[in-house]
């Protein structure tokens, strides 16, 4: 018995010794003969491999690292089990190398963060690996709808500034759920002059949905190159803490599609630093889109802050100044300019906007909200406020009047600027290109409104609700005047109130002649004295 013991003792060291001789002796995959305590060779990373190539291999790493030499039992896995049972079966490089990459740096693919060499055709294969990182087993695409998801996969720019001389063009098929964030791109002195800097061009059956561009300067340069970003028929794309900065065209212009909204963001075609001149040829967001937003944002040095030309769209905290010395009624109609056109003013819904010195053109309003805005007049501009355009297509009937509410708005003269005009008006017709339907009008509101502009001489302050009170003395007959107060000539209500200083019994009526449409007059039976007070209303009338 004690014989067998000693037998088989002597041969389980022999084995062992074995196994450590050659354990100590085999090498690493790379070649290596280092080790970490449990015999899992450490993550290495060449000088030009991210660390962040997947999310797998970037744990693991971590984990590597936080392991220390007294450290017992093996090493856990980040998916579960052990580095012994599972990293010897398949190397860490190879499994990487397999995987697309989900957060993609440009300074790691070629491109120059200084800005100083063309970094174009390294930003094009970046956006190409954000589509390489779509997720097969989770895609949203069908075969009638073939986008790739790609899961949230970012373009991270970190902080970089990147030199480009042609636009960064995002590939087809479209893609959902991706960002781009956190660096600048700089036009190039060579940049074609119509294109963006960023291009999400529409294909037939492709478009880009749920995107984030996010905390990006779009900048054009000193040479004032072409425009910044470009959505076309694409869907829920975000523009958030942006500045759009020299362009030479349009900051943000989106054709199509739907719901883009924009947030937190600047646009400008000159900085305060010197480099250009306030008043630019450019337009800040053009919006041709439906149900889009933009909110908390700034425009300046442009000749159009928005313009636009789709229904149901929100301008929130709004702030545009500094869009040139133009005259409306001859600058326009060669090239419109001021705070926002809305070419299609349907749905269109303007709140807490600030107007420094620029106009706000509607045309053919219908189903429009102003309110809580401020327009701040008397620099430059001759027009002031808001003017309403009438366009009539050739052998179309008269545009109606329908459904604009302009209310709790404040009009204020520009301070400590030496005026360069005397006079200045709220709201206005422009009837050029054509004129509304005097015999109707549906749902139209100007009231409440603040005028502070003394030193002005106030064409009109109009809106479609007045009221008036004046005395007379031994009058049969009182007339009260309101064309220098309502919007339209019609009158379609009419209530008036009389105090008379004598109790002598008195009969009155009111009546109005079709030569003077907005001058109410009130008769008396007999001479009196007293009080009127007048209120009229034009808000709705012609339709029964």
């Not at 970490?36 to 693991?60: I, K, L, N």
């Not at 009221?467 to 339209?488: E, K, Y």
Request: proline residues 5%.
């Amino acid at each position: 018995m004690m014989m067998t013991f000693q037998t088989a003792f002597a041969v389980t060291v022999c084995v062992l010794g074995l196994s450590l001789c050659w354990a100590a002796a085999a090498p690493n995959a790379d070649g290596g003969g280092d080790r970490t305590t449990d015999g899992v060779p450490p993550r290495r990373f060449t000088p030009t491999e991210s660390r962040a190539t997947t999310h797998v291999g970037h744990a693991q790493h971590l984990f590597q690292q936080r392991r220390r030499p007294g450290d017992r039992g093996p090493a856990l896995d980040p998916r579960g089990g052990s580095t012994t049972a599972r990293g010897r079966a398949c190397d860490s490089a190879s499994r990487a190398a397999a995987l697309p990459e989900y957060v993609v740096n440009p300074a790691e693919h070629g491109a120059d963060p200084t800005g100083v060499a063309d970094s174009t055709a390294a930003l094009q294969h970046c956006v190409e690996l954000l589509w390489n990182a779509s997720r097969p087993s989770g895609s949203l695409g069908t075969a009638s709808d073939p986008q790739l998801d790609l899961g949230g996969a970012t373009l991270d720019l970190a902080g970089g500034v990147y030199l480009i001389s042609s636009p960064i063009v995002f590939p087809t098929p479209g893609a959902r759920n991706f960002q781009v964030r956190g660096g600048t791109l700089r036009a190039a002195s060579t940049f074609p002059e119509s294109r963006f800097l960023f291009e999400l061009n529409y294909t037939e059956a492709s478009y880009v949905e749920n995107a984030v561009f996010q905390d990006i300067v779009f900048d054009g340069g000193r040479w004032l190159r072409g425009g910044g970003l470009c959505s076309a028929e694409n869907l829920h794309v975000r523009v958030q803490g942006c500045w759009f900065l020299r362009f030479g065209t349009t900051g943000l212009f989106v054709l199509n599609g739907h719901e883009l909204y924009v947030d937190d963001t600047w646009l400008s075609q000159a900085t305060f630093a010197g480099d250009g001149t306030c008043g630019g040829n450019g337009t800040g967001i053009e919006l041709r889109q439906a149900d889009g937003s933009v909110t908390n944002s700034v425009i300046f040095c442009t000749k159009l802050g928005v313009h636009l030309d789709g229904g149901n769209v929100v301008l929130e905290n709004l702030h545009v100044y500094n869009t040139g010395h133009y005259t409306y009624r001859e600058d326009f109609k060669t090239m419109p300019f001021g705070a926002v056109w809305a070419h299609y003013a349907n749905g269109i819904r303007i709140i807490g906007g600030y107007f420094d010195d620029c106009i706000v053109v509607l045309d053919n309003p219908s189903d429009v909200v102003i309110t809580a805005s401020t327009w701040l007049v008397g620099g430059w501009n001759y027009e002031g406020g808001l003017v309403l355009r009438a366009v009539q297509a050739h052998g179309a009937p008269q545009p109606i009047l329908r459904g604009l509410r302009v209310t709790d708005s404040y009009m204020r003269r520009m301070p400590s600027f030496p005026s360069k005009v005397t006079k200045t008006q709220f709201v206005w017709f422009d009837g050029n290109q054509g004129k509304f339907n005097d015999s109707y009008m549906v749902d139209v509101v100007l009231a409440d409104n603040i005028f502070d502009i003394a030193g002005l001489d106030v064409l009109s302050a109009r809106a479609t609700q007045a009221h008036t009170s004046v005395t007379f003395a031994n009058a049969t007959l009182v007339q009260v005047d309101f064309s220098d107060q309502l919007l339209m000539s019609v009158l379609a209500a009419v209530q008036y109130s009389v105090v008379f200083d004598s109790p002598t019994p008195m009969s009155s009526h009111s009546y109005q002649l079709p030569s003077a449409p907005l001058t109410v007059f009130v008769a008396f039976s007999a001479p009196a004295s007293g009080l009127l007070t007048v209120d009229v209303d034009q808000s709705q009338y012609g339709f029964q």
